[in-house]
């Protein structure tokens, strides 16, 4: 499974960006991570492929929306109302699922990463 993110950028804080990661295969539980200079790999958003179920890290929560389409195999994390401590890497990630309604947020559950994306937030 390939991923291909796109959609990071600078922006100043306040505004939005969203990102979109195409996948090469579909049924597939997807998510986002985002590592700042200096600190680990954190969690943001998944999604279950059904887009029955999504889960988000409590810094994002109200801020950030993750959405699928199916169709063209695409995830997305709308950000808004950014912040300078939104600052990262974000890269997205996804496995095989035995249930259209599994979601993952650990990165040890995911199987397949994406190049990253570069986010800065100026303030």
């Known amino acids: 499974v390939q991923l291909q993110a796109c959609g990071g950028g600078l922006v100043q804080a306040g505004g939005s960006l969203r990102l979109s990661c195409a996948a090469s295969?579909?049924?597939?539980?997807m998510g986002w991570f985002r590592q700042a200079p200096g600190k680990q790999r954190e969690f943001v958003a998944a999604?279950?492929?059904?887009?029955?179920?999504?889960r988000y890290a409590d810094s994002v929560k109200g801020r950030f929306t993750i959405s699928i389409d199916n169709v063209k195999n695409t995830v997305y994390l709308q950000m808004n109302s950014l912040k300078p401590s939104d600052t990262a890497v974000y890269s997205c990630a996804a496995r095989l699922i035995g249930s259209s309604r599994s979601y993952y947020y650990t990165p040890e559950q995911y199987t397949y990463w994406g190049q990253g994306t570069l986010v800065t937030v100026s303030s």
């Open positions: 999604i279950s492929w059904n887009a029955a179920v999504t």
């Open positions: 295969r579909g049924n597939l539980a």
